[in-house]
């Protein structure tokens, strides 16, 4: 079993910045995730895929963040963050933290608004 928390989502204007993080915890003390990234889910739309990474593998982007948000992760924390810029009326969403640790597993959730 893999816990995920999100954290930094929030209300801003477009054309700005938000920086989302995702913590990773288990009952096993070392532990390496597979794979992790975020998926966001609008209201009336269907969850799609912001950014994803596998081990040994190169970061892979929806097409319509591209060249705006970038994932980081720092493997000693097990923490992955989501650096948006130049945000959008249309990213606003729902965004969720995924992993893949054997079985797949979801964080809450964290809103983010951008108001234009």
């Known amino acids: 079993q893999v816990q995920l928390v999100e954290s930094g989502g929030g209300l801003v204007q477009a054309g700005g910045s938000l920086r989302l993080s995702c913590a990773a915890s288990?009952?096993?003390?070392?532990?390496?995730?597979?794979?992790i990234g975020w998926y966001r889910q609008a209201p009336g739309k269907q969850r799609e895929l912001v950014a994803w990474?596998?081990?040994?593998?190169?970061?892979k982007y929806g097409d319509s963040v591209k060249g705006r948000f970038s994932m980081n992760r720092d493997n000693a924390k097990n923490t992955v963050y989501l650096q948006m810029n130049s945000l959008k009326s249309e990213d606003t969403a729902v965004y969720y933290c995924?992993?893949?640790?054997?079985?797949?597993?979801w964080g809450q959730g964290t809103q983010v608004t951008v108001s234009s």
């Open positions: 995924k992993c893949r640790f054997g079985a797949d597993f």
């Open positions: 288990s009952f096993y003390s070392t532990f390496t995730i597979d794979a």
């Open positions: 990474i596998e081990s040994g593998q190169t970061t």
